[in-house]
């Protein structure tokens, strides 16, 4: 059990409070490059503050205060110009950085004066990566956003997958180091969701847990597996500070603010060999729903939306001072450990872990994957269509992961890989 500060802890993330600060040392995604294509502006909240963000008539992007510093106009409401963001109200214009380049009524009046030069937009910088759109709020000069290998393997489609939890971000990021919760959250209640009483899945035998340089490693056996099994011997990753990685998709859950979380998720499909090459000149993005809208239930029939009951049935926020963790929870108790580490790290001057700054090395960052062999060479549609779930957790005629994924997508799918997709998550 914790204390109720402890709790109170790693559940807080504005400004000024220990983990606000921790998190705010990392790039987070926070909206898909093609989401500004036609609407330039979009109104978001991270870390407990109000922003904007914005993609200007060059290009650029920029993320700033919801709220113009001169009348508090809403500055989602502005219109992007050559550079910078435009309000809508009076017509200041700021630049990336924050910095008041126009003040048209102001300038007029008064053309030898310099207002402008003593006000300031509250901004932060923002950059894109594997089709999705990064925000940093912490101090400079900023790290850099990881280059994880997947993000460098062609001939793939990829696909960015948004859902809006409302609970604390914390109690998601979690799920990430639980592997014995695949046995019975996603194997053995999809059997009883299914209409069925068995068989269940095989139960886990052994777990294991290992610290490395980007995060956590969780291992297990199973009944139906042993020590030479990928399971075991590559494992999958709890990425630091806030993601999952298994191979061939990372989900982020991104902290909104104390109460809610952005998921986002990266998905990448190698197409048949008979398909190459293939280029893809636009990753698509959907939101996936959560919530059934005639019964007012989670969507419980794909993965992730499983975990999503796992995190809101938990409460908003999780009361961690009631638990009883047991032993497989080994995993949850060492993450919890590295962030209090990392927080006495910042404290006394230090960087956290997960941090780069090395151009060179972070050209492709290595990551423990198992079957890593079918995302780099590909093979034959035979061989897909026929590898073991332990390999590829997705199949390729199916969409495992999100409910509700657009008819677009699913056509753009389809034509990049030449595969039909089936309609139905992993509960028929």
């Not at 009076?90 to 009524?105: T, V």
């Not at 007029?108 to 910088?125: E, T």
């Not at 990430?176 to 209409?195: K, Q, Y």
Request: hydrophobic share 35%; with cysteine.
């Amino acid at each position: 059990m914790l204390k109720e500060s402890q709790n109170r802890m790693f559940q807080e993330v504005g400004p000024g409070t220990p983990m606000g600060n921790l998190m705010r040392h990392y790039w987070h995604p926070v909206a898909a490059v093609a989401e500004l294509d036609g609407n330039p502006t979009k109104p978001i909240r991270l870390m407990g503050e109000n922003l904007v963000l914005y993609k200007d008539l060059s290009g650029g992007y920029g993320l700033v205060d919801r709220h113009c510093p001169h009348r508090r106009a809403d500055m989602s409401y502005g219109f992007v110009e050559k550079c910078g963001l435009r309000c809508n109200y009076h017509g200041w214009l700021f630049d990336e950085k924050g910095a008041c380049i126009e003040q048209p009524f102001e300038e007029m009046i008064d053309p030898d004066g310099n207002f402008k030069g003593k006000v300031n937009i509250k901004a932060y910088p923002v950059e894109a990566k594997a089709g999705m759109l990064w925000a940093y709020m912490g101090s400079e000069p900023a790290p850099l956003i990881p280059n994880w290998e997947p993000f460098t393997w062609k001939n793939g489609f990829s696909q960015v997958v948004f859902s809006d939890i409302p609970c604390n971000w914390f109690q998601c990021q979690e799920n990430s180091i639980d592997p014995v919760h695949f046995e019975w959250m996603h194997a053995n209640w999809s059997t009883r969701l299914g209409n069925a009483e068995g068989p269940y899945a095989p139960t886990h035998q052994k777990i294991k847990f290992e610290e490395f340089e980007h995060g956590f490693i969780y291992k297990r056996v199973r009944e139906d597996t042993d020590e030479e099994n990928p399971l075991w011997t590559v494992g999958r990753v709890c990425l630091w500070p806030n993601a999952l990685f298994t191979g061939g998709h990372f989900e982020w859950r991104v902290p909104v603010d104390d109460e809610n979380t952005l998921s986002v998720s990266w998905f990448f499909s190698r197409v048949p060999h008979d398909r190459e090459p293939f280029v893809q000149e636009r990753i698509p993005y959907w939101t996936s729903p959560i919530k059934d809208p005639e019964t007012g239930r989670w969507i419980s029939s794909h993965i992730i939306n499983q975990d999503i009951i796992a995190w809101v049935g938990q409460g908003v926020q999780a009361d961690r001072t009631q638990e009883h963790l047991g032993r497989s929870d080994e995993g949850i108790i060492m993450i919890r450990k590295r962030y209090v580490d990392d927080m006495k790290r910042i404290d006394n001057g230090e960087e956290p872990k997960g941090i780069y700054r090395d151009k060179k090395a972070n050209g492709c960052i290595d990551l423990p994957i198992i079957g890593k062999e079918q995302f780099i060479n590909g093979h034959t549609r035979e061989e897909i269509d026929n590898f073991p779930r332990d390999y590829n957790p997705s199949t390729p005629n199916r969409f495992l992961f999100h409910a509700g994924q657009p008819e677009e997508v699913r056509k753009q799918y389809e034509a990049a890989t030449g595969v039909k997709m089936m309609d139905k998550g992993i509960v028929e």
